[in-house]
């Protein structure tokens, strides 16, 4: 009986040991905020211009190939979507200004066949 309930009690225990296999931190490669979602980095960045984001699955740069989107920032309580435009390495987004404290979500249709949203908080 004692051997019955030792084993009982082991195949129980051993159901609830879940490893955490993580990534580790992720860094920003073009100097940007770095926001990691389904496994793909993507870096919210700065241009002169406007801002661009970049997508990364598992260190390799994603071609932006077929995928659109907007991106939408609030500022001062206000939010305003600015429309996505297909780069060559990266997705652009012309016209929007960052700013320190801003926060922004990024939602990108055809990533993988699916959407994705992502947010941002500009550091």
Do not use: C
């Not at 082991?10 to 100097?31: I, Q, T």
């Not at 190939?65 to 939010?79: I, P, Q, T, W, Y």
């Not at 996505?84 to 990024?106: F, H, Q, S, T, Y």
Request: a positive charge; charged letters at 20%; glycine letters at 12%.
């Amino acid at each position: 009986m004692k051997k019955v309930l030792t084993t009982v009690l082991l195949a129980l225990a051993s159901l609830g040991f879940n490893p955490a296999w993580a990534h580790g931190e992720v860094k920003a490669r073009h100097g940007g905020v770095v926001q990691e979602v389904n496994d793909l980095v993507f870096e919210l960045v700065q241009h002169a211009t406007g801002a661009a984001i970049y997508i990364d699955d598992h260190g390799q740069p994603l071609k932006p190939a077929g995928m659109n989107g907007k991106l939408s920032v609030l500022v001062d309580g206000v939010k305003k979507d600015y429309p996505m435009a297909l780069g060559v390495d990266r997705i652009e987004v012309p016209g929007v200004k960052l700013a320190k404290g801003m926060r922004a979500v990024a939602v990108i249709h055809g990533v993988g066949g699916k959407t994705v949203t992502v947010r941002f908080t500009v550091k």
